[in-house]
């Protein structure tokens, strides 16, 4: 994640709070979003529209440095990837009354029935990194952080969380890097299947209870999560293949 980038959207390729004011716009070309410092867009479809959850980075910290100030999820979206609607700061960090202030990290929102659940990431005031969910009963919020505590936590693994739904109707929750991790989601969306598992040599149970961890190897991955200094692989699952 590049601060200093403005991210652009798929146009490429694909890619609890009082409601907020709604402003509308027109791409005009990359960057899509010129006004503020946005990162790691994630696209829903639901329904004719295109929703893309963002966390947005507010530039330089109080003393100057260059670090990561991020403290709100933003939601944009569009019928026709042309005319956009800034839909505002549907879920604030600070609705996660466990999450250190500024730093709101990559996240992913998934509809599961009438609901919408956003998976987030961010540092607890515990340390390391943890992951979060919020809930609302519409695609823009506002929405409301769950369980008062953190969904996962424990390691700075635990990052860049992505739900996604099986054709027989059960939810995954897939995260982590360099680790990449997996755990299925019970019907409440807010916990996991303890009992669930992975067969085959492909992947190990972790520590965790339900949370499986992914064997990265060269023929899986390109490459081994633990890299050898002065070693060539032919990618690297930490690098985004």
């Keep these: 994640m590049n601060k200093n980038i403005i991210y652009a959207l798929a146009l490429l390729s694909v890619g609890c709070t009082s409601p907020q004011a709604q402003e509308s716009f027109v791409y005009e070309g990359n960057p899509l979003i010129r006004n503020k410092f946005t990162a790691d867009p994630a696209p829903m479809v639901d329904g004719d529209r295109l929703y893309v959850y963002i966390d947005r980075d507010e530039g330089v910290t109080p003393d100057g440095s260059e670090w990561y100030v991020m403290n709100e999820y933003r939601v944009y979206s569009t019928a026709d990837m042309v005319n956009w609607t800034d839909h505002g700061a549907a879920l604030p960090l600070k609705n996660f009354t466990w999450a250190k202030a500024g730093s ?138």
């Design 104 to 241: 709101a990290w990559a996240s992913q929102c998934i509809r599961k029935g009438n609901r919408y659940y956003w998976y987030i990431c961010c540092e607890p005031n515990t340390g390391g990194r943890a992951l979060g969910v919020a809930t609302s009963d519409s695609p823009t919020g506002p929405f409301k952080a769950l369980l008062g505590k953190p969904l996962l936590d424990g390691s700075w693994d635990y990052i860049d969380p992505s739900p996604w739904i099986d054709e027989d109707g059960s939810a995954y929750l897939v995260f982590g890097n360099p680790g990449c991790y997996i755990a299925k989601l019970n019907t409440n969306m807010t916990s996991f299947n303890t009992t669930w598992k992975i067969e085959g040599d492909h992947a190990k149970k972790t520590n965790k209870a339900g949370v499986w961890e992914f064997i990265q190897d060269e023929a899986s991955f390109g490459g081994p999560k633990d890299t050898q200094e002065g070693v060539s692989y032919k990618d690297l699952y930490e690098e985004g293949p």
